[in-house]
């Protein structure tokens, strides 16, 4: 039983974030044994050097595998891990997480502990902090032995921790014969980005749930117009249809590093803060001083936004 | 076609959770549970698929209190039949018992497409979809928006990150993770569900012994600091407004 | 014939054939108006059952006093009330008059010629009187028409807000005006021409007492007729007149003149708590709600028919002045077209239009975004001179969209949010006594402890951020009140009067048996309230769902309260306040439940100057927020100012107001926003009642 495992993301021969903030977490954790990136894909063995954080790669490259699926992936990693048997697997909580973590601790019965917002070793023992009930808990839970799988929320930890280049012995492993595939890959559609590319944009002006109806968006984006930024919204402004897709911020839609984030009437889900946090200034405002926006903020306001925008709105406009 | 809904309760948001005296679970006092809001969307789809395919839909949950009126609203929004599964869950009932417990059940009847809310707020042993997908030997795909049916497969969107979207098919029988249903989910009038109550009939069935999970322990439960590391503004709303522009004018943003 | 004796030969120089064509023609128009009644009664008696048949010479006598006095029609509308009168009772005059005839020549001759009484004394009076309401008769007909073709008012405008111009056509119901018009202008004036003529002829000395005949009379003496001529035109303007009269009294089912008979009996099978007290869903019916016109009961078919395009309700219709596309007098119009399609008793003229014939009403004929645009203020019943129901109806068509989950999601989500948490605004119930802990005193949990009033805060008041404020102002006055009051802290739910005009039954019954479930238990003597609309419910609504033999309470409004017990000086006022106000009526206050003295009182006790907007008391104009409108998307299109807003310019219009004044909390956050969104911030403030009786104190 050895090393700890890092299953690696990849879409379209670019690496993403979440794999070298897991990378580099599990560098500092310093678990013993070794770590090792498992790489699944196809035509994608020069995206290895930029691997360096790891001890090495296990790379696995079929047709089959080219697009990701869930099946496949699933059980190519299963039939490794049975093979080698690793200590700790890491799985990052995004789409493709939230397939395999399940489905491995499901396929190789081992146990799972999910939406980690923080791991760390204690006396031979894995502490993961799970953040639940919309991020407003917090659970340790005990991997004995630090033996089992983790999926981690995006973010939780630090990228450039991860990020060394270099040259990780790389293994290259062929793909088991899986019979016919249930699951086929068809086409990867990407977001019209319409009107505008907010990852673009400086200044960023967000709305939430605490807008409470469509008629009064313009409030906010008032605000944006004042300021010369674009008006984006959380993920349920969006799926009532209240504003385009492109305009999404979020884990399922874009992540921005804007100059000035103002997010407002945002109580701060995960999911959100995911497409946010690294803004470089964030100011928010929510009436519930409790909200988990004020966790990433750096400045916040619990009003009213109906009693604090109009006002700030009209004082930021050259007099008229 | 047959489709089967699992659904569960989760406490809801609104209320203030307060954490039990033993720093490992919540008060039970404390909560209210409401219906996981992606089972909601995840019993909108298979009603939709159900308007648009003459399918059936079974709605099917592990007995909790309140499970009964989730299921009667189930029935009264249109699903044909609803399930209660029933046993000793006083320990509660995580992912992993509830994939084996809902699998044993779900294999003895027909199911062509199982769709499950894609996650919810207490799945700290993982979601329920995958795991259940692996009792029943089925394919599984998560955050699934938009499920269309074409002969015996089903072609369905996975959303990822950036608003990315992968189209993919599906050999049936299959577990979905449902993120959103192609409509926002239906309102059942008050008067329906009252109706389904006096009228309708939950089937009960047992739950017939499981082996033991794999898990880990909790070792505390405790909430986020509040307030976090934002600097609080305070005052009127006035001096908000005045501080607000002091800071984004020394920051540059204000011309 | 003694030429002394006033008597009047009926047919006299008339042929005994003439006479039988004359008797003929009246056979045939009785008929062919007999036919149009009969179908018209065909039409309502497909109509489900109502229980308006209760109570009856109670009816008899208020509708004689509603229509004796044209008090309906008067409000609002003096001129065109008085005009009315005057065509009325001159139409009343004449009718009887010719009644008069009938019945001595036609009935009592055969008889026995000694049992007539047309004549002497009595003749000279009927003259005078019949003449002197005939003139009143064609003045009323005048004014009408110099008010509907000249001064064009509008309300008379037939435009439709619910329909692009393209999509129908009203000519028939201008051809259906004019007609009438005329017609009833034809025959007063040819029936006066007549009598000229008749006098002309002979010239009875006795027909002095014809004031205007004799006056006539001596014209076409003037002009050079002789008695001969007279006599020949006589004839030819007699039986012009008849036709005319005949004509018009066989095209009354056919037209609009209709309403003479209709409204009669829809004033008298009124029921004036049919808005306050909404029906339940009948037992065993098939659906919740409305969903085609054979689901309508004989009385709101009735109304269909009752409806003389007054446009009163057009007029008042705070949605329609908002630009929604909702006029209740088209809502009942197009119901009514549809009704003459498929059930009979039809207008000759009416409305054309490019019409399905889909028996669906709600939904496919009467538009969703119509029913959702009323507020249920209630102006439109109260306008209505005929007394039509029309926010019962759209309620109950509201009931089938409920069912059937057509409606806005914002909607959906609020009446989800009260169905869980039992306010509008999603919040634990465990916060609902949140507000009072701004207090420097504990309010008695009501639950607990008896008290004498029990207090029902609303949901607004209760969560609402901004509101927060009043709720505590409002307990501090109570205290200093002395007022023995307790609140119900979160064992309220919302009193569900809201919930009921969108059209959730269900969820409005669930919320009566909660709160009633709780407040039954409390030991109390009266129910007050801040929130005029939980005022109603409790009020009108909720006993029906007390078991008979428990006590019912009295529920006052804290304005009935206040206003005793300053005028009594119960506690005393510190200063008085030498503002200059307007005070706003809430419609769930004043119109529907008839409490308007009460904030004016105090306000007198204040010593606030206090000036009227034209539309105050019961025609109040409502602020948009009812009917779970305050619940729905805004969907107008923009350019149109809001009700509020409209009504904040009224109440700056009166000049130099300091405060509007208001007595709900939904109205202080309506018309604050208002105040903001037309721009006149700054030049009046809004307040709650409550607010100046504490900086009084």
Redesign the interface.
């Known amino acids: 039983m050895s090393g700890v495992w890092v299953i690696a993301e990849q879409l379209e021969g670019k690496l993403s974030e979440v794999t070298f903030e897991l990378l580099g977490r599990v560098r500092e954790l310093a678990l013993g044994g070794r770590v090792v990136v498992v790489l699944l894909g196809h035509g994608i063995k020069e995206l290895t050097p930029e691997l360096g954080a790891a001890d090495s790669v296990i790379l696995v490259e079929d047709e089959t595998l080219a697009n990701y699926t869930p099946e496949i992936y699933r059980r190519v990693i299963a039939e490794l891990a049975r093979a080698r048997n690793p200590r700790l697997i890491m799985v990052a909580n995004t789409s493709m997480g939230m397939d395999l973590a399940p489905g491995l601790s499901g396929e190789l019965g081992i146990p799972l502990v999910a939406y980690c917002k923080d791991l760390r070793a204690e006396d031979g023992q894995v502490v993961a902090v799970s953040q639940l009930y919309g991020g407003k808990i917090l659970v340790e839970s005990i991997l004995e032995g630090g033996k089992g799988l983790v999926s981690v929320l995006a973010g939780a930890f630090r990228a450039d921790a991860g990020k060394k280049a270099g040259t990780p012995q790389v293994e290259t492993v062929a793909c088991p014969a899986l019979g016919t595939p249930r699951i086929c890959f068809k086409s990867l559609l990407r977001p019209q980005t319409g009107d505008l590319d907010i990852t673009k944009e400086n200044i960023l002006v967000s709305v939430g749930r605490g807008i409470q109806s469509q008629d009064n968006i313009p409030i906010v984006e008032e605000l944006a117009k004042a300021l010369g930024g674009a008006l984006t919204a959380s993920r349920p402004i969006v799926d009532n249809g209240w504003l385009p897709k492109s305009r999404q911020v979020g884990k399922s839609g874009m992540t921005v590093k804007p100059k000035l984030y103002i997010a407002v009437g945002i109580s701060g889900a995960p999911e959100h803060i995911e497409g946010m946090r690294d803004a470089e200034l964030i100011i928010a405002i929510n009436p519930d001083v409790g909200a988990p926006i004020f966790d990433v903020a750096h400045y916040g306001v619990a009003a009213d936004l109906f009693d604090i925008l109009p006002v700030l709105t009209e004082k930021i406009r050259p007099p008229q | 076609m047959e489709i089967v809904v699992p659904v569960k309760q989760v406490p809801d948001l609104v209320e203030e959770l307060v954490i039990a005296p033993d720093g490992t679970r919540l008060d039970p006092d404390s909560i209210k549970l409401k219906l996981n809001e992606f089972d909601e969307y995840a019993i909108e789809e298979a009603l939709l698929l159900k308007d648009a395919h003459r399918a059936k839909v079974t709605v099917i949950a592990i007995d909790a209190e309140g499970v009964d009126e989730i299921l009667f609203t189930a029935l009264a929004k249109g699903t044909d039949r609803a399930i209660k599964v029933t046993g000793d869950f006083s320990d509660g009932v995580d992912s992993h018992t509830a994939a084996a417990v809902l699998g044993e059940v779900i294999k003895g009847m027909p199911h062509d497409l199982v769709l499950t809310g894609v996650q919810a707020a207490d799945d700290r042993d993982g979601q329920l979809g995958p795991l259940l997908a692996c009792a029943l030997k089925v394919p599984h795909v998560s955050v699934v928006t938009g499920v269309h049916l074409v002969g015996n497969r089903v072609t369905i969107n996975q959303e990822y990150a950036g608003g990315v979207v992968a189209e993919m098919e599906v050999d049936l029988p299959a577990v979905l993770g449902i993120q959103a249903a192609e409509k926002p989910p239906r309102y059942v009038p008050v008067s329906k569900v009252r109706q389904a109550t006096k009228t309708a009939k939950v089937d009960e069935v047992a739950a017939s012994a499981v082996p033991a999970v794999p898990s880990t322990l909790v070792r505390r439960m405790f909430k986020g600091e509040s307030g976090g590391k934002a600097e609080m503004i305070e005052g009127t709303a006035e001096e908000q407004v005045e501080r607000i522009l002091a800071i984004l004018r020394e920051r540059g943003f204000l011309k | 014939m003694d030429p002394t004796f006033p008597a009047r030969e009926v047919f006299r120089n008339f042929s005994a054939a003439a006479v039988v064509v004359f008797y003929f023609l009246a056979a045939v128009a009785t008929a062919v108006f007999l036919y149009g009644f009969w179908l018209r009664i065909k039409k309502y008696r497909r109509g489900r059952p109502a229980n308006r048949l209760n109570q009856l010479w109670s009816r008899i006598f208020k509708a004689g006093r509603t229509i004796g006095k044209h008090t309906t029609l008067k409000k609002r509308d003096s001129l065109a009330g008085n005009a009315h009168a005057l065509i009325f009772w001159g139409f009343i005059a004449l009718f009887i008059g010719t009644l008069i005839i009938m019945v001595d020549h036609d009935f009592l001759r055969p008889i026995s010629p000694g049992l007539q009484f047309w004549k002497g004394t009595f003749y000279l009076w009927y003259s005078a009187i019949l003449d002197i309401m005939g003139v009143g008769f064609l003045v009323g007909l005048g004014i009408m028409m110099l008010r509907r073709w000249r001064l064009r008012p509008a309300q008379l405008d037939y435009s439709r807000p619910d329909r692009k111009a393209a999509e129908y056509d009203r000519t028939g119901y201008v051809r259906d005006d004019q007609i009438f018009l005329w017609g009833l202008f034809w025959i007063g004036v040819t029936g006066f021409i007549l009598e000229g003529l008749r006098i002309a002829a002979d010239r009875p000395p006795f027909e002095i007492w014809s004031v205007v005949g004799w006056q006539i009379a001596d014209f076409f003496d003037l002009v050079g007729f002789s008695p001969a001529t007279a006599n020949r035109l006589l004839f030819f303007t007699w039986w012009l007149h008849a036709i005319l009269a005949l004509g018009f009294v066989a095209y009354i089912p056919y037209s609009k003149a209709i309403h003479i008979l209709v409204d009669i009996a829809n004033i008298l099978f009124h029921d004036e708590t049919s808005a306050k007290r909404l029906p339940p869903?009948p037992e065993g019916a098939p659906s919740?709600g409305y969903r085609n016109l054979a689901d309508l009961t004989w009385k709101e078919l009735m109304d269909l028919d009752a409806c003389t395009k007054c446009g009163r309700c057009h007029a008042a219709c705070p949605a329609r002045a908002a630009g929604m596309p909702l006029s209740p007098r088209d809502l009942i119009l197009e119901l009514r077209e549809n009704a003459e399609q498929s059930l009979g008793g039809r207008s000759w003229l009416h409305e054309s239009a490019i019409r399905e014939v889909d028996h669906t009403v709600t939904g496919k004929v009467i538009k969703v975004e119509t029913l959702w645009a009323c507020t249920t203020c209630m102006a439109c019943v109260e306008a209505c001179p005929v007394a039509i129901e029309h926010v019962p109806l759209i309620v109950r068509m509201r009931r089938k969209l409920?069912?059937d989950?057509t409606?806005d999601?914002?909607l959906?989500s609020v009446?989800?949010k009260i169905?869980?948490?039992g306010n509008s605004f999603?919040?634990?119930e465990?916060l609902r006594g949140r507000w009072t802990q701004g207090l420097p005193f504990k309010i008695k949990d009501v639950r607990k402890e008896p008290a004498e009033y029990l207090w029902f805060v609303g949901d607004y008041a209760s969560y609402d951020?901004?509101l927060q404020e009043l709720t505590r102002a409002t307990g501090r006055v109570f205290h200093k009140a002395g007022l023995d009051f307790g609140i119900l802290y979160d064992g309220e739910k919302n009193s569900g009067n809201d919930v009921r005009r969108v059209g959730?039954?269900?969820?409005f019954?669930?919320l009566v048996h909660k709160n009633l479930s709780v407040i039954q238990k409390c030991k109390f003597k009266g129910i007050v309230t801040t929130d005029p609309h939980s005022y109603n419910t409790l009020k009108n609504e909720y006993p029906e769902f007390i078991p008979p033999g428990n006590s019912i309470w009295q529920v006052s409004h804290y304005t009935e309260i206040l206003a005793s017990r300053l005028e009594t000086r119960q506690f005393p006022l510190a200063r008085r306040l030498s503002y200059r106000v307007t005070y706003h009526d809430p419609c769930y206050l004043a119109r529907y439940n008839g409490v308007m003295e009460a904030p004016r009182r105090i306000l007198r006790a204040l010593g606030v100057e206090c000036v009227e907007m034209p539309r105050s008391g019961e025609s109040t104009f409502c602020c948009g927020a009812g009917g779970g409108r305050l619940w729905m998307?805004?969907t107008r299109s923009p350019g149109v100012a809001t009700a509020s807003e409209q009504r904040i310019e009224e109440a700056l219009a009166l000049g130099n107001i300091d405060i509007f004044l208001v007595a709900c909390p939904k109205d202080v956050t309506m018309y604050r926003d208002a105040v903001?969104t037309s721009g006149n911030e700054g030049r009046i403030v809004v307040k709650d009642i409550i607010e100046l009786v504490e900086e009084a104190l």
């Open positions: 869903v919740m409920v069912e989950g409606m999601g914002n959906q009446l989800e169905a869980r948490y999603g919040q634990s465990r951020p901004s959730e039954e269900g969820l019954e669930n998307s805004d903001k």
